[in-house]
């Protein structure tokens, strides 16, 4: 992370620069699509952004180790009771989560929607199944739409309307990996597509394990990447709501996870096969003109 970013972020403690630093290679390492949109902000807030989805990236990590089960459990479980603490106490020693607990005091940010996104986390180790569609959003809203609701003061709407189009784009978001990675969710032990969805399509969990397509399991994909558009069509509404100087970054992250949908049409919804994904010279077609209309609005707006 640049010191002018850390700079204009008004963030001078140099363990807590170290901090930030962390957070925004943990975001570049684990979730491309995210660090490239933030790039698109202002300098000043690109740390607090990176910070917000840097603990997520770490906490997800923490959530989905794998080797002995009870051990994974019990680190995850260590760490979110000391997160909790340090997050009442307004500071932190932990490399990733001292940055965010700073931004969350910079910014106001609500708590709630850090107690609500670990607890997900911890519900991530021990439920393995979702009956019905509406238990799994109530899961993904604490997963996914909290980080969209934390990013909210940092990227200053002008509307309070703002907070529903946010809290469907995280809905999106996580529902485009639910989609995306239901093979690697398997071999971790989970299914999140909800099982009232594969009765619906005649799909049953031994199907789909066995890694062989079907004209039912390409119904139940198709499903999921409909109710996946129709978030994405909600989410849309926050951009006019935003300063131009911001709302560059929510429209390429919205844009290319909703490539990773189109993908999956152009498999023929074959998720089985392979994990979908968007190539780098896509990133950067719509980068790239995100990139020259932030510029231009930056410095007259923020």
Same mark, same amino acid.
């Given at each position: ?8 972020? &008004? ?15 943990? /975001? ?25 989805? &840097? ?15 009870? +051990? *994974?459990?019990?680190? !995850? ?22 940055? !965010? ?12 929607? /850090? ?20 238990? !799994? ?20 709407? #002008?509307?309070?309307?703002? +907070? ?5 784009? &995280?809905?999106?978001? %996580?529902?485009?990996?639910?989609? #995306? ?11 999140? !597509? ?29 499903? %999921?990447?409909?109710?996946?558009? =129709? ?17 560059? *970054?929510?429209?390429? =992250?919205?844009? /290319?996870?909703?490539?990773? /949908? ?5 498999? &023929? ?12 010279? #896509? ?20």
């Amino acid at each position: 992370m640049s010191a002018r970013e850390l700079d204009a972020a &008004g963030v001078v403690d140099p363990e807590l620069r170290l901090s930030y630093g962390r957070c925004r290679q943990l /975001l570049a390492q684990h979730g491309r699509t995210y660090y490239l949109a933030t790039l698109l902000l202002p300098p000043g807030k690109r740390p607090h952004i990176q910070a917000i989805y &840097g603990l997520a990236r770490h906490a997800d990590e923490l959530a989905d180790a794998t080797g002995d089960d009870a +051990e *994974c459990t019990e680190r !995850l479980e260590r760490w979110t009771d000391q997160f909790l603490r340090d997050l009442s106490a307004g500071a932190s020693a932990d490399p990733v989560a001292a940055a !965010l607990i700073h931004t969350v005091g910079v910014w106001d940010i609500p708590h709630d929607h /850090l107690v609500r996104f670990v607890g997900a986390m911890r519900q991530d180790r021990t439920v393995t199944r979702y009956d019905t569609y509406e238990r !799994l959003e109530l899961y993904m809203h604490d997963a996914a739409a909290v980080i969209g609701l934390q990013m909210l003061p940092v990227l200053q709407p #002008r509307s309070p309307l703002a +907070e529903e189009p946010v809290r469907a784009m &995280g809905l999106a978001f %996580q529902l485009t990996n639910i989609i #995306r990675d239901v093979v690697e969710d398997l071999d971790r032990g989970r299914l999140y !597509l909800p099982v009232e969805d594969l009765e619906r399509f005649s799909v049953s969990v031994g199907q789909l394990q066995a890694r062989r397509m079907t004209r039912d399991i390409a119904a139940l994909i198709e499903f %999921q990447v409909h109710r996946a558009e =129709a978030l994405y069509a909600r989410a849309r509404d926050v951009l006019p709501m935003l300063p131009p100087a911001n709302r560059e *970054c929510l429209r390429v =992250a919205m844009t /290319l996870y909703a490539d990773i /949908l189109g993908q999956v049409r152009s498999s &023929g919804f074959d998720v089985l096969r392979g994990r979908a994904s968007v190539g780098t010279g #896509r990133r950067l077609a719509v980068a790239a003109p995100a990139a020259a209309r932030a510029w231009l609005h930056r410095g007259r707006t923020t």
